[in-house]
């Protein structure tokens, strides 16, 4: 759907902004949950947080916000750089846009994304969450990568293709509603 570099870095940020919200709530309440209360005795799981003093990352307890913040960078970084450009190339290698419905092409680019993304981030979550207080050590870190892949391969694969890229997709068509219908009433080029 973007055309051009500016509209690609809007459908990036937007689908960042709402991954890495989902991304953050998943982890904390759905994966950590249950082991945040029970380390903690809180009876929710912002409440184990706060008295955590944050959520760990970096060796220390942050603030969500800065969890939120420091993933966000790193996924619209990767996206703008191989996540959008690498999976509609992908998604061009099996699929030829030209004759291919729409929803099965971009069903293709969705699966590819998520292709290299997930394990990608993953990666990267397993270095920015590693206990470091515990010492280093790379089959540690390997262990987290394959727990985190498989924690968040499902939930990233569902919650794209049917959640988060329709509605990506709607706010993209309402921002450049114009910009859509002026491609709309434009003649095809002839072939020569």
Known sequence: MPRNQFQRMVFAFITVLITVHA?????LYVVNGGTLCEATGAASVLEAIRQMGGVYMFGRHLPIWTVVLVEFCFA??????????????????????RETHPVLFESAIICA???????????IA???YYPYYEGFHIITLLANW?????FNFPFAYFT???FIQPFVRT???LLFHKD?????????????
């Open 146 to 150: 394959l727990k985190l892949m498989c």
């Open 113 to 123: 994304t998520v292709g290299l993304m997930c394990p990608t981030m993953s990666f």
């Open 180 to 192: 859509l219908a002026k491609r709309v009433q434009q003649p095809a080029p002839e072939a020569a």
């Open 23 to 27: 991304y953050v709530f998943f982890s």
């Open 171 to 173: 706010a993209f068509k």
């Open 126 to 128: 397993a270095w920015l």
């Open 76 to 97: 619209y970084a990767l996206e703008l750089v191989m996540g959008s450009p690498c999976s509609f190339r992908l998604a061009m290698k099996v699929f030829d846009p």
């Open 160 to 162: 794209q293709m049917f």
